[in-house]
Every structure is written in C-alpha cells, then in structure tokens.
C-alpha cells in the first residue's frame, strides 16, 4: 500500500507545486503572489514530509518544522510590509 501511495503523494505535490509556481509569477497583483509563496512553502513542507516518510526518517520532519517557522515569519514581514510599507516600527 505505501508502496503506491507515496508516489502518487510525490505526483499530486509536485503539480500543486508548479501550479502555485505559475501562479506566483504571473501574479496579478503582490497580495496574489504573497499567498502563492505562502503556498509555495506549504507544498515543500509536504514533499519533505513525505519524503521522510519514504525513507522512515525523522530528520525530515525536524527540517520541515523549521521551515514551516521560517515560511510563517516571512508570511508576516511580506503582509506587514506591503500594508505599512515598512517591517520595523519605530516611535
């Protein structure tokens, strides 16, 4: 059973992964791309943990949650800096 799903998982991925790709460049506009890079990292997320699973590793898992942190603090500094036009408030 594994043996079929994870292909499949690595398949439907990797085309989430190039329609977001495409959507990121194409845009129309910067909040539409912000989603898609948020998006971007969501799909990594899932191909490293299903790559993980494949080879019964936990290191992998480790790597995704750090990613994770990372995609969710650049999320916020993007949205922040498109709405204030700047990241770091000073009064």
């Known amino acids: 059973m594994l043996a079929i799903?994870?292909?499949v998982s690595f398949?439907?991925?990797g085309i989430a992964f190039l329609l977001t790709l495409v959507r990121l460049v194409r845009g129309p506009s910067l909040p539409d791309r912000i989603v898609a890079l948020d998006t971007?990292?969501?799909?990594?997320i899932a191909l490293i943990v299903?790559?993980?699973?494949?080879?019964?590793?936990?290191?992998?898992?480790?790597?995704?949650?750090?990613?994770?942190?990372m995609g969710f603090v650049g999320t916020v500094a993007l949205t922040k800096y498109l709405q204030r036009g700047d990241i770091i408030e000073l009064n």
Do not use: D, H, Q
Request: aromatic share 10%; hydrophobic share 70%.
């Open 5 to 7: 799903v994870i292909p």
């Open 11 to 13: 398949a439907i991925l």
């Open 40 to 44: 971007l990292n969501v799909n990594a």
């Open 50 to 69: 299903v790559y993980g699973i494949s080879l019964r590793s936990t290191v992998f898992f480790e790597a995704a949650l750090l990613i994770a942190l």
